[in-house]
T-cell receptor, first 117, second 114 residues
Framework: AQSVTQLDSQVPVFEEAPVELRCNYS??????LFWYVQYPNQGLQLLLK??????LVKGINGFEAEFNKSQTSFHLRKPSVHISDTAEYFC???????????????FGKGTLLTVNP | AAGVIQSPRHLIKEKRETATLKCYPI?????VYWYQQGPGQDPQFLIS???????DKGSIPDRFSAQQFSDYHSELNMSSLELGDSALYFC?????????????FGQGTRLTVV
């Protein structure tokens, strides 16, 4: 089984400031890691994912995340945020297994990023 | 590119009624997942199907059932609806083959039970 902890439920920042949203996970098997963004009353949009290879992954809208296996972390970063980045951000993990359900996701509780002018 | 299609997008039901949510996966995807997201909550995994067979089960109430049909679309049937069933229900699909890299989500069905 997997679990995800998002350490901050809310992160307020000013426009053009850098931001880091923290995510730690727990799993007894190797994992795939994802960050999703959800705007109010909308669906889930994939920001980026780590499956294998380079531990630094770049996603859409200028976001990036670094997989740290020793610290079981997958923190999301953006060097300069915009008002339009205001949304709920979910970290999610899928445990690698054979057969189907390869991408069954366990989500964290979410972090509300609020970008203020 | 084709995406995951969910219908209806919005549904209002009364308590004790029945609801059916439909999900049409991306073509050639063999796995479907259902999630429930309550107000202000994270999405919770309900159930998944791989090649038309149930592959995993999460926190799905006994009042709910689901299946995947021969054309790979899936339906989530919810009976004896309760106020607490009001939520956003997401369907996602993925490919178990080597080309599969993630689960793709639909836009969700917002169910309101009154």
């Amino acid at each position: 089984a997997q679990s995800v902890t998002q350490l901050d439920s809310q992160v307020p920042v000013f426009e053009e400031a850098p931001v880091e949203l923290r995510c730690n996970y727990s799993s007894s098997v190797s994992v795939y890691l994802f960050w999703y963004v959800q705007y109010p009353n909308q669906g889930l949009q994939l920001l980026l994912k780590y499956l294998s290879g380079s531990t630094l992954v770049k996603g859409i809208n200028g976001f990036e995340a670094e997989f740290n296996k020793s610290q079981t972390s997958f923190h999301l970063r953006k060097p300069s945020v915009h008002i339009s980045d205001t949304a709920e951000y979910f970290c999610a993990v899928a445990g690698m297994n054979s057969g189907g359900s390869n991408y069954k996701l366990t989500f964290g509780k979410g972090t509300l990023l609020t970008v203020n002018p | 590119a084709a995406g995951v299609i969910q219908s209806p997008r919005h549904l209002i039901k009364e308590k004790r009624e029945t609801a059916t949510l439909k999900c049409y996966p991306i073509p050639r995807h063999d796995t479907v997942y259902w999630y429930q997201q309550g107000p202000g909550q994270d999405p919770q995994f309900l159930i998944s199907f791989y090649e038309k067979m149930q592959s995993d089960k999460g926190s799905i109430p006994d009042r709910f059932s689901a299946q995947q049909f021969s054309d790979y679309h899936s339906e989530l049937n919810m009976s004896s609806l309760e106020l607490g069933d009001s939520a956003l229900y997401f369907c996602a699909s993925s490919s178990s083959g080597q080309g599969g890299t993630e689960a793709f989500f639909g836009q969700g069905t917002r169910l309101t039970v009154v």
